[in-house]
């Protein structure tokens, strides 16, 4: 039994590489899934029976199903319908999915929050709906709902890893590759385990320290 | 040139195979998490020095790291380190119990955690060891608190189950996975695939609210808050 983590060395430009891409796809998948998810918020939040019943239905739908079984649906179907998107498009498109589900909620949680006297007043005084949204409803939703979204994103990253079975060669891909070339699975896997760990841990932290500044005031 | 075939009857079996393998990793998995789970928030409660910190560390870990990544150090890393054999289903079982017992454990802290401290004082106070205290204060209204979150929690396990398809555990997913390879027709299998996870996550939740509504009215109190859904995907 060893631990040697030296023969790794010449791959870490190669692990470099892969982290780009994971952090690529992470970041145009947060995008996708706060405009997804604001979007869907509001559908849950609005007074149309219909889109409050669309809205649910996808919501219910996406955290039911495994996301190894959403992205081979896109993967597999999608060409078949002729829509050729490649495994980085196919990748940001089903975390964007999949993502759009769980930060609808925490917007939505953030909607529902949102004090009825606020809303009243701005009804009163005569603000156009689209201003009432824009200004005040998701400002408000959006400031109370960065630690949850934090969160959202932390799992974004963990589903990310993933997107490896679909031939994407982000990090968990490359650390596939370098386990196979090195024989050494165990450093191999070890040090990626705690790379996203950090990484998530950084998240976290940041998310949390984003809310306390944003919400400081309001909460004292 | 690969020949490609319809649907057979024989597929209905290949399913409920699937089905089979993916039910029974899931109920045994969460079945050995909960146990080393609560394992690891009993040595937290008693405040075991040095195997509290390491239990900590290590659910820490496992739930901020990706489990297919676990899977692959379990699966290709372990056998190398250790020299020993494993198959896929020995590896499946170990990753995701170990991933099942850090939620667990988090949910067990917090859990705990939620039993004001003026309560343990006073069984303190009252001559209560802290096992009694633990058995008779603590867990009922922590198994209380924890029940919704649980619930989040066993949904989400029962998802995490079909990434063992990557190492080749013949579950759910590969199932769909060889459907799809042999048929060609990736919307009707990923759809019934898709489809059948999602009753057996309706199936989970309507069980455990069910479990839910007859403690609540067994016990009858008010003071149990119903906790919100928190543990996402």
Redesign the interface.
Known sequence: MQFDLTSLVPYFGDLAAGARLTALACALALAGSLVLGILVALMRTAASPLARRVAGVYVDVFRNVPFIVQLFFLFYGLPEVGVELGAFATGVLALSLAGGAFTSDAIRSGILAIEPGVLEAAQVSGLPRVAIYRRIVLPIALRSAVRPLGSVFVNLILSSSILSAITLNELTGTAKIVAADTFQPFEVYALLLVLYAVLTWLVSLSAGALHRRLNREHTS | MMHYTDFTPHDLVLLVQGLGVSVALFAATALIGLVIGLAWATLRYYRVPLLAPLAALLA??LK???????L??VF???P????LDLTPVEAALITLSGNTAAFIYVIAVSAIESVGRDQLETARVFGLSRWQTLHRIVMPQAAAFALGPLAGLL?NQ??????I??IGVVDL?KV??IL?LRTLK??IV??V??LL??LM??LIAAACARVETRLRAHRACCWMKSPARSI??
């Open positions: 820490e870990l901020n790291s990706p489990v297919l990544v676990q692959f150090l290709f890393g372990l190398v380190l250790l020299e949904v029962l998802q995490v189950t079909s990434l398809s990557v997913t769909g996975a799809n990736p919307f990923w759809t695939i898709g996870y999602y996550a309706r996402p995907k």
